[in-house]
Structures are given as structure tokens and as C-alpha cells.
């Protein structure tokens, strides 16, 4: 009971302690935190700036029926055995219009074609 009636009381410190400091007339110390309504930092990448054919390489999610059911749905045909590659990009030989390309899924779904 000494315990937890000792907790509660450092508890209550600390928090009156970091109380709310928004109205200081001194700046707060300590990491600068943007809100949501207004951020610090741009976007590195977002949809204007980032070409939307670029594949992220990483551990892909997508099993090989799915990559596969991807490229076929691009309009690929006769769609060669799918091997993942070191950076985690399935690939694979397909037809499309008669002509034969190497096109690959990232573990976003973005394909492309070399």
C-alpha cells in the first residue's frame, strides 16, 4: 500500500512537472515536435516529385502467384518461371504484343519492364 500510494504521488510530479507548456514565456527544451497542422519537414518523395515506375527493392511480400497474377494483369503473356532477386524483385520472361521482355514486380506491385 506504501508502495503504490508512493507511486501515484511521483506520478503526480512528474506530470505536473512537463505540465502544459505551450503558453511559456521561456522556450521549452528538448526535441522540436511539429504538429500535424503544421509539419517541419517536406515530403522527400511524394506523388508530384516521385516517378511512379521506380521499384523499391526490399523483402517482397507477394508470394509467386501473386507476382504473377501482377504481370498478367499488365497485359503479359506466357509468363516464363518467377525467381526472386537479391534485392527481393521477382522476375521473369513475358510476352506482351508478340514482343519478349524481362519485367519485374517490387514489393510494392510496381512493374517494370527491362
Same mark, same amino acid.
Given at each position: &500500500? $506504501?508502495?503504490? #500510494?508512493? $507511486? !501515484?504521488? =511521483? =506520478?503526480?510530479? $512528474? $506530470? =505536473?512537472?512537463? #505540465?502544459?507548456? /505551450? ?9 522540436? !515536435? ?5 509539419? &517541419? ?7 508530384? *516529385?516521385?516517378?511512379? %515506375? !521506380? %521499384? @523499391? ?5 507477394? @508470394? +509467386?502467384?501473386?507476382?504473377? *497474377?501482377? !504481370? +498478367? /494483369? +499488365? ?5 516464363? *518461371? ?5 534485392? #527481393?524483385?521477382? %522476375? ?5 504484343? #508478340?514482343?519478349?521482355?524481362?519485367? *519485374? ?6 512493374? @517494370?519492364? /527491362?
Amino acid at each position: &500500500m $506504501l508502495k503504490t #500510494g508512493f $507511486l !501515484i504521488v =511521483a =506520478a503526480a510530479g $512528474l $506530470l =505536473a512537472a512537463c #505540465g502544459n507548456n /505551450r503558453d511559456a514565456d521561456t522556450p521549452v527544451e528538448g526535441p522540436a !515536435i511539429s504538429t500535424a497542422e503544421a509539419p &517541419m519537414n517536406a515530403p522527400i518523395h511524394n506523388e508530384d *516529385s516521385a516517378p511512379a %515506375q !521506380i %521499384q @523499391t527493392p526490399g523483402a517482397n511480400s507477394f @508470394t +509467386e502467384a501473386q507476382a504473377r *497474377s501482377a !504481370i +498478367e /494483369r +499488365e497485359g503479359y503473356t506466357d509468363i516464363g *518461371s518467377l525467381s526472386q532477386d537479391a534485392q #527481393g524483385l521477382w %522476375q521473369a520472361t513475358a510476352k506482351r504484343n #508478340g514482343e519478349n521482355a524481362t519485367v *519485374s514486380v517490387d514489393y510494392k506491385g510496381v512493374i @517494370t519492364v /527491362r
